[in-house]
């Protein structure tokens, strides 16, 4: 297939590689602007879950519906996040 796209480009060496160059660029404006946005809803990239295995803790029905992950923490106010949001360092810990 290569082979044929590039016998049929015209205008000697030079044109074959604008000829390519331009062909190359326009694939990839066509799946980077019409392919992959169509393509985005039916791939599960957003389908994502943290935490324990819901087997281990009695499976989503027995859970409480209006426990806030995190509340555990009586040191915590309600405005307050359990780490830094201005690093990736933790905060070292008082046995080092």
Same mark, same amino acid.
């Given at each position: 297939?290569?082979? %044929?796209?590039?016998?049929?480009?015209? %205008?000697?060496?030079?044109g074959?590689?604008?000829?390519?160059?331009?062909?190359?660029t326009?694939?990839?404006?066509?799946?980077?602007?019409?392919? %992959?946005?169509?393509?985005?809803p039916?791939?599960? %990239?957003?389908?994502?879950?943290? !935490?324990?295995?819901?087997?281990?803790?009695?499976?989503?029905?027995?859970?409480?519906?209006?426990?806030?992950? !995190?509340?555990d923490?009586?040191?915590? !106010?309600?405005?307050?996040?359990?780490?830094?949001?201005?690093?990736?360092e933790?905060?070292p810990?008082?046995?080092?």
């Amino acid at each position: 297939m290569y082979a %044929f796209i590039w016998r049929k480009l015209p %205008f000697g060496i030079w044109g074959k590689l604008t000829g390519s160059l331009v062909m190359v660029t326009a694939i990839g404006v066509l799946l980077w602007y019409v392919v %992959f946005p169509l393509a985005t809803p039916l791939l599960p %990239f957003d389908d994502v879950q943290v !935490g324990t295995n819901s087997s281990e803790q009695g499976g989503p029905a027995e859970q409480d519906p209006n426990v806030v992950p !995190g509340d555990d923490d009586p040191a915590l !106010g309600p405005d307050e996040i359990p780490y830094s949001t201005h690093s990736n360092e933790p905060e070292p810990s008082p046995s080092r």
